[in-house]
């Protein structure tokens, strides 16, 4: 009866580091799927950005960070900084669209 409790405490302690490390692992699995979600739309907003005849996309630079997509660079008028926002919004999987593009 005396070697129950701590039999019983090592495997307490087994399990909780046991699912410790698999929340870590499932936290670094969810995190690497959102990396490539984001850089999936990335990609899906410089293509449809590259379909506009309207905009000159090697000027746009985009990323995105958890849905969030920020578009930078310059455009040559007020309407292209529009369109190019339009545009993105488009994409799957975009939750917003951060537009800090510049006139040239």
């Known amino acids: 009866m005396r070697h129950w409790k701590p039999a019983a405490a090592l495997l307490a302690a087994l399990t909780l580091a046991v699912t410790a ?34 905009l000159q996309a090697a000027d746009i630079d985009v990323a995105t960070r958890e849905g969030i997509v920020q578009l930078s660079g310059f455009v040559s008028s007020a309407d292209n900084v529009a369109t190019a926002a339009s545009v993105a919004r488009t994409v799957k999987g975009v939750k917003s669209v951060r537009n800090d593009l510049r006139l040239k």
């Open 21 to 54: 490390s698999g929340c870590a692992s499932s936290g670094a699995v969810e995190e690497q799927a959102r990396r490539v979600d984001d850089a999936a739309i990335t990609s899906g907003v410089k293509a449809a950005i590259g379909q506009a005849p309207e």
